[in-house]
């Protein structure tokens, strides 16, 4: 097994702004908000500091705060992206990505926010490669366990963060039955089914582990050292 580096959170950019102001930004939205309307409860991290935005469709809230354009997002069923422009205090929503992500030029005002806690479990990979198997010791040395997208806009942001990932899904070695999968604790997977084209497979007979690939799942072989997904309860 490999060993693995402290926790941490994805950053995609240096920041050249007032970092007393991010301080204030990042302690705002570190409040869980509680809403009756929202389809879970998440805390959101900066992707991207302007410059450029994802290439998506967004829904747009002209002169909201921040924690509300936040909530936006949470009321939908698939948000995991919202872009806040700290200099006009528009809200930009993506309701949900489903292709993998191209960056357009953006004022340098415009930040990107990802959901980074999602309903108490902090969602990160482990920092370096290894087996499927590699990936759950990892997770549990991290104190969570290896696990499922929780949202397809998810899987295409940590596509787009760390390339191909693993998550913990997987089927019996041997087994014939290729469109049952189950979670690391052995429950089959219901949550979250949003295989690739064409997918599940089986290429080759040997295809028994699953891992993101352009944002959706996909089975593969266990043959190639990669990182894998984990959530980690707070």
Known sequence: MRSTATFRRPLKASSKRDPRRMQVVLAMLLLVLDSASASSSMVFSILSL???????NYVSYPGYSIIKCSAVCQQMPDCSIFTYDTTTNDCHVAPELTEIIVL????ASRITYFSWIIDGYIYNVTETMGTWGDGKVACEMMGGKMTVLPTTSFGVVIHHLYDLVYLGISRPVGSTDKNTWYDVNGNVI?????WGLNQPNNYGGAQYI???YL?????????????SLCAIRL
């Open 50 to 56: 302007g410059n450029n935005i994802i290439d998506t």
């Open 215 to 227: 944002g959706f799942l996909d089975d593969n072989s266990d043959t190639n050292p990669l990182r």
């Open 104 to 107: 357009v030029a953006s004022p």
């Open 210 to 212: 699953v891992r993101i």
């Open 190 to 194: 219901t949550q979250y089914t949003r």
